[in-house]
Nanobody, 121 residues
Framework: QVQLVESWGGLVQAGGSLRLSCAVS????????MGWFRHAPGKQRDFVGGISGYVLYADSVKVRVTISRDNAKNTMYLQMNNLKPADTTVYYC?????????????????WGQGTQVTVSS
């Protein structure tokens, strides 16, 4: 059974940093795309960025985030810097069964349960 588990969300002051992790079990996705999304209440789930043999970021966050992964640990990371109150929401990781990075929620086969990030002003 494939599981994705996000960790290390939390409360941080504006201007601070967080590094979220997404631990995968049940199979490896080292040759497939994985992505990060965020979902605020009442809004659609937005693509933050993804990683495959390359990385791709949403324009809205690309100067403040870095996505990486450690295939030996089967874990993906999302480093977020200079956080703003508008970044407050639940962050999800997802895994695709294909290699190209896609920005649509519907393209991803597996999802984590999400981790809350709260940025105080």
């Amino acid at each position: 059974q494939v599981q994705l588990v996000e960790s290390w969300g939390g409360l941080v002051q504006a201007g601070g940093s967080l590094r979220l992790s997404c631990a995968v079990s049940g199979r490896t996705f080292s040759s497939h795309a994985m992505g990060w999304f965020r979902h605020a209440p009442g809004k659609q789930r937005d693509f933050v960025g993804g990683i495959s043999g390359y990385v791709l970021y949403a324009d809205s966050v690309k100067v403040r985030v870095t996505i990486s992964r450690d295939n030996a640990k089967n874990t993906m990371y999302l480093q977020m810097n200079n956080l703003k109150p508008a970044d407050t929401t639940v962050y999800y990781c997802a895994a695709d069964l294909r290699a190209p990075i896609r920005g649509l929620r519907s393209e991803y086969a597996y999802w984590g349960q999400g981790t809350q990030v709260t940025v105080s002003s």
